[in-house]
């Protein structure tokens, strides 16, 4: 399974933008890229994915480099209530087990 | 509609005690999985199933065994515990086939003496 890398933690101020960066250099054409996050005490929670274009949902945005080397996730207004991990994970669909490979996320502090 | 539910919420095992944590899903999802979360540290997958009466090993299989004898519940057991399965156990499902995100439950603080 191809491997991401984030950095291991992050702070951003209440009510700015958050940008969260996922390195994943050996991404394969059937991976997706997932991001999850994990509140306190709490099981995880799907965020948003992407495979080739720039995606927006209700939570946050996705963007993809042009080569798939990279993605960034952009929380648009930080709030205390996005303090938590986030993951960055490829996800393979070519084994059709939509199985998901965790690696140590970034822990998000949001300051008031 | 639930989602994801997991049973019990916490346990303490003495070392060498048996015992099976429920999830339960009402999504009517195809896959589900177990996953063991350490202190300061990612998930990491135990067991899988693509389907009811099917299972398959994940990253860290030893040591457990599960059971999919019905479409909404997956099982995960601990024979003979020990102490290095201390952990929280968070189960998860998803539809089958395309990107779709996994769903999951609230986990279970397993600690075993």
């Known amino acids: 399974d191809a491997k991401t890398t984030q950095p291991n933690s992050m702070e951003s101020n209440e009510e700015e933008p958050v940008h969260l960066p996922c390195n994943h250099s050996?991404?394969?054409?059937?991976?997706?890229i997932h991001w999850y996050r994990q509140l306190p005490s709490q099981g995880p929670e799907y965020v948003i994915h992407?495979?080739?274009s720039n995606v927006n949902n209700r939570m946050a945005s996705l963007a993809i480099a042009e080569d798939r080397k990279s993605s960034t996730l952009i929380l648009h207004r930080a709030t205390l209530r996005d303090a938590a991990v986030y993951y960055c994970?490829?996800?393979?669909?070519?084994?059709?087990?939509?199985?998901?490979?965790f690696g140590q996320g970034t822990t998000l502090q949001v300051k008031p | 509609n639930a989602g994801v539910t997991q049973t019990p919420k916490f346990r303490v095992l003495k070392t060498g005690q048996s015992m099976t944590l429920l999830c339960a899903q009402d999504?009517?999802?195809?896959?589900m999985y177990w996953y063991r979360q350490d202190p300061g540290m990612g998930l990491r997958l135990i067991h899988y199933?693509?389907?009811?009466?099917?299972?398959a090993k994940g990253e860290v299989p030893d040591g457990y065994n599960v059971s999919r004898l019905k479409k909404q519940n997956f099982l995960l057991g601990l024979e003979s515990a020990a102490p290095s399965q201390t952990s929280v156990y968070f189960c998860?499902?998803?539809?089958?086939?395309?990107?779709?995100?996994?769903?999951f439950g609230p986990g279970t603080r397993l600690t075993v003496t």
């Open positions: 998860a499902s998803s539809r089958q086939g395309g990107p779709y995100e996994q769903y």
């Open positions: 050996t991404i394969s054409g059937t991976d997706y």
């Open positions: 992407g495979l080739t």
């Open positions: 994970i490829l996800r393979d669909y070519s084994g059709n087990t939509g199985k998901l490979i």
């Open positions: 999504m009517n999802h195809e896959y």
């Open positions: 199933s693509v389907g009811e009466g099917t299972t």
